[in-house]
């Protein structure tokens, strides 16, 4: 009887235990519905709003408009649309919107969107950006410190609407520091500077840099700033700096008056060097400068031969007949070969 008892228990235990996960799983099944319900509201009344002060703002750009103070529901349409338009837009005419961002109240209600995710953050942050406000520096730039490096570059961006000197100071050292930063949107802020701040503090950075943080920053400088490089990449040619560098400045010289500097790298102990000055002649030498790329077709490395016949075929009068000239003086087995190769390349081996 206890047995049967005991038994009786436990099926009345694991029967309650069924109807509990039940029970459970349809309240979190409620839950769930009620949420994702929410959610699509939510996404509703964002897109109406979006789709409202996308149309409110194209009627500025054309005249004045009456517009009211943002309600909390329509807050995240109207960065949104703000957001979008500005980014299709001129400078110019993105200028006009300012006045209606000021109106609607975009900088009152933004404290709470830049306490929110990481999406709110960031957007709210562009937002604030276009409206070229001096006085939110201080509530943006802490920003550009973010853990996120997308929060921190849209902070940078913003920034640099805001205060283009100031952002610049405070951008450019940490370019040389943040390894994720994404090269492609660093370039992108740094050429939308127009009062020359973001390569004055290039420059300055260069001063004092080590050898990793200068070839990161003197590719930067010569993408926005092409004469200020060329001083740049003269006095790192002309130093003792390491072989690394001296392969990034060969790659970025387009100056001519930079070609007895470059032919001083043709004879250089490391081939690397000797690839990248090949390559730096053939692009701003001269038909005369043929002579000084020949002796590398014998070069003991491949890819230096390589480039060294790629650049006399570039520089001008070296057609098929001079190379076929070129090719016959050679003694070189290897440079014969090398010639072919880049003929190959050219569709001109069988040319005469």
Known sequence: M???????????IAGWVAVLTLLLACVLLTLIVILRMRAQRREQRDLQAREHWTRVLQQALLGPVEVQRLQPG????????????HES?????????????????????????LRGSYHDRAMT?????????RRLFDRLSPFLTDRSPIVSLCAARALAQVDPPHAMAM??????????????NVARILAENKDGSAARELGNA?????????????????DIDPQRASGVLRQLLDGHVDDHIISVCLQLVNDRHERER????????????????????????????????????ADSVWW???????????LSGNGVEAMRKVQQRQGDAFGRDIIDQVLSEHGLRGAT
């Open 2 to 12: 206890e047995e049967l008892a005991k038994g009786s228990t436990v099926v009345m």
């Open 74 to 85: 329509e807050v995240q349409g109207f960065v949104d649309a703000w957001n979008a338009l």
């Open 89 to 113: 837009l001129p400078e110019e005419a993105a200028r006009r919107l300012v006045p209606v961002g000021q109106r609607v109240g975009l900088e009152e209600v933004s404290p709470r969107l």
């Open 125 to 133: 942050i562009i937002a604030l950006g276009h409206l070229r406000d």
């Open 171 to 184: 951008f450019v050292p940490l370019v040389a520091e943040r390894e994720d930063w994404v090269p492609g």
């Open 206 to 222: 260069l001063l004092r840099a080590n050898a990793d943080t200068t070839v990161k920053l003197v590719r930067f400088l010569a």
């Open 262 to 297: 470059v032919i001083g790298f043709l004879a250089a102990s490391r081939w690397h060097v000797r690839m990248h000055a090949a390559v730096a002649l053939g692009r701003i030498g001269e038909a005369a400068d043929a002579a000084r790329l020949e002796p590398l077709l």
């Open 304 to 314: 230096v031969r390589y480039r060294a016949a790629q650049a006399l075929m570039a």
